[in-house]
């Protein structure tokens, strides 16, 4: 069933697993990560950037799909549908108002001031219809759609202050994270993150997850990570099958004789995170 993000990550929190939130740019897309979460037994959180929402034609039709699933799927796990990266209040509240369980809101790249200001007015829309809301403090490296960013350190003393004057239900520290894949092994600001949990008792959530290593996944989880994003991952792996799919049947034109593989390998991906964070069976 649709359900806001609450619940599911505050249980994460107590349990010490993290949600996987699966970015979803079209039907087999949805199929394939809904699939994964049913297999396993998990919660899951599907991620629709500003720009993966235009293209599917809007928050509407996001819904709409994902409802159809549910239902043709016989999904049983909760799922929440999240608005990633919202960058105003209107989004938000055009989300929510198309059926969105969850929003973040990402105030990131204004002054604190204005990021706590825009998040607490979301935050007034969204709780009095049962929807979850993210912020984010400091920013994430990296490119994700419209969102450019080089990386800067959440500050401690912000995050505390946007915890406590928007009552968001999660927090998002941006501490060394980045969008797309890693040059490197990723530096994860660990020190902070855990002055970070000393001071702030909400669910905390992990941008960037492509290409974190297993350790620092567990890592991140057992200082309050109890949501963790992974998009580009899944972009790689489809693209790939169908790229050698394409290529070893070069008369296929079906496009469900290409997609399909593609659709599979997103499955196993998820599949695969949902075991690494440890949300199987916690649905
Ligand atoms: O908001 C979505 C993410 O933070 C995804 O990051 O594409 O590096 O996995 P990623
Ligand atoms: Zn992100």
């Keep these: 069933p649709l359900v806001s993000m609450t619940d599911m990550l505050n249980k994460a929190l107590e349990g010490k697993y993290a949600v996987g939130q699966f970015n979803i740019n079209n039907l087999e897309w949805t199929q394939g990560i809904l699939a994964a979460a049913e297999e396993e037994k998990s919660p899951v959180i599907l991620g629709v950037s500003e720009g993966a929402a235009r293209h599917m034609s809007g928050f509407y039709t996001v819904v709409k799909m994902v409802e159809g699933l549910i239902h043709d799927m016989k999904i049983t796990v909760p799922v929440a549908i999240h608005l990633d990266h919202g960058s105003s209040f209107d989004k938000c509240k055009e989300a929510i108002d198309a059926g969105f369980t969850s929003v973040m809101i990402d105030g990131s790249h204004h002054p604190i001031d204005e990021n706590i200001e825009m998040t607490k007015k979301v935050v007034e829309y969204a709780h009095a219809k049962g929807v ?18 080089g ?17 968001i239900d999660t927090l998002a520290p941006a501490l060394g994270s980045v969008h797309g894949p890693y040059h490197g092994e990723p530096n994860l600001g660990f020190k902070e993150m855990e002055e970070i949990r000393n001071e702030v008792k909400l669910p905390l959530v992990l941008h960037g997850g492509t290409g974190i290593p297993t350790h620092d996944i567990q890592k991140a989880i057992s200082l309050g990570t109890s949501k963790i994003n992974v998009n580009t991952e899944n972009q790689i792996s489809f693209t790939k099958k169908v790229r050698e799919v394409l290529a070893a049947k070069p008369n296929e034109y079906d496009p469900r004789k290409y997609i399909v593989p593609g659709r599979d390998e997103i499955k196993a991906t998820v599949v695969g995170k949902i075991r690494e964070f440890g949300s199987s069976n916690k649905a």
């Excluded at 912000?158 to 009552?167: A, L, M």
């Design 151 to 167: 990386i800067q350190y959440a500050d401690l003393q912000e995050c505390v202050r946007i915890v406590n004057e928007s009552g």
């Design 132 to 149: 979850s809301v993210e912020a984010e403090v400091g920013t994430v490296g990296g490119q994700e759609d419209d969102v450019i960013g």
